[in-house]
C-alpha cells in the first residue's frame, strides 16, 4: 500500500510540473513596436514635469495579459533639484539607475511592461504593468523597507486591465 501511495504521490507531482511547464512555455511576452512620446509641461505653480512614454503601448492588444497598473514614486533629493523641481544630471543619473535596478527586479517575478516615467515636484514615477500582483506587491515591499535604499520609494498596484492610466500620455494617432 505505501508503495502504491508514493507512486501515486510521485505521479501527481509530475503532472504538476509538466502543467506548469507547459503553462510558462506558453506565454511569451510581446512587445509593441517603440515609438518614443516626450512630455513636457508647466505648472500653474511654475513647476515642471518631463518624462517619455512608449507610445507604441497605444494600440498594443495584449494589454489584458497585464491587468494590473504598477506606479513606483521615487522620491527625489531636493538639494539635487533644480527651482523647477526637475532634478539636475547626477540626481536624474541616480534615479534612473534605481528605475533600471527596480525594474528588472520585477521582471524577475513577474512580466512586466516599462510603459513610461514622468519627473515632476521632486519625484519620479515610473507607469508600468504587469501580470502577478502579489509577487510584486511582496518585492516592492520588501525593497522599500531596506535601510541602505539610496532614495525611498512608494508604489501604488490597482486593477487596470484596459491601461486607462496610461490613456493621457499616450498622445493622439
Not at 505653480?45 to 512614454?53: C, H, K, N, T, V
Not at 491587468?67 to 538639494?79: A, F, G, M, R
Amino acid at each position: 500500500m505505501r508503495k502504491r501511495f508514493r507512486i501515486l504521490s510521485l505521479a501527481i507531482i509530475m503532472v504538476f510540473i509538466n502543467c506548469k511547464q507547459k503553462a510558462e512555455e506558453e506565454f511569451q511576452m510581446t512587445y509593441p513596436e517603440e515609438e518614443l512620446g516626450v512630455i513636457k509641461a508647466r505648472y500653474s505653480d511654475g513647476s515642471l514635469a518631463i518624462g517619455g512614454f512608449n507610445r507604441g503601448y497605444k494600440g498594443y492588444t495584449d494589454k489584458s495579459k497585464y491587468p494590473w497598473s504598477l506606479t513606483v514614486i521615487i522620491s527625489l533629493n531636493p538639494e539635487d533639484c533644480k527651482s523647477s523641481g526637475l532634478p539636475n544630471e547626477e540626481e536624474t543619473k541616480l534615479v534612473n539607475q534605481i528605475e533600471d535596478e527596480l525594474v528588472e527586479e520585477i521582471l524577475k517575478v513577474s512580466p512586466t511592461h516599462n510603459v513610461g516615467h514622468i519627473f515632476n515636484d521632486h519625484e519620479l514615477s515610473i507607469y508600468l504593468y504587469t501580470r502577478d500582483k502579489s509577487k510584486v506587491e511582496k518585492l516592492l515591499n520588501t525593497e522599500a523597507r531596506k535601510e541602505n535604499s539610496l532614495r525611498p520609494f512608494r508604489h501604488e498596484l490597482l486593477k487596470d486591465p484596459n491601461w486607462n492610466a496610461v490613456e493621457q500620455f499616450m498622445g493622439n494617432k
